[in-house]
């Protein structure tokens, strides 16, 4: 069974760099075919599609999020890893991992993260 688990602060200022990190248990981030990805979801919106990392560490990224957003992977502790650069106010939300691209087939159970000095 997949579990995954996101971690990093909760509390970010503007312009700072959120990065977060998924830990993820069960299956390896390595195994063939199996990609992940990073979706958030701001207050009162519908969930964003912000990028995913493949089995072998190709990367794809929001259009909209692309000048900011960079996805990476530590294969040795089975973890892939969210940076966000610039972040303002809007980019408050839950941050959530999973095990898949446009159809997630396992969630994390999402990180609040606001954004605010």
């Known amino acids: 069974q997949v579990q995954l688990q996101e971690s990093g602060p909760g509390l970010v200022k503007p312009s700072q760099t959120l990065s977060l990190t998924c830990t993820v248990s069960g299956v390896s981030i390595t195994t063939n075919r199996y990609d992940w990805s990073w979706i958030r979801q701001a207050p009162g919106k519908g969930l964003e599609w912000m990028g995913f990392i493949t089995y072998t560490g190709t990367t794809m990224y929001s259009p909209s999020l692309k000048s900011r957003v960079s996805i990476s992977r530590d294969t040795s502790k089975n973890q892939f890893t969210l940076q966000l650069s610039s972040v303002t106010p809007e980019d408050t939300a839950v941050y959530y991992c999973?095990?898949?691209?446009?159809?997630?087939?396992?969630w994390g159970q999402g990180t609040q993260v606001i954004v605010s000095s």
């Open positions: 999973g095990l898949g691209t446009f159809q997630i087939e396992s």
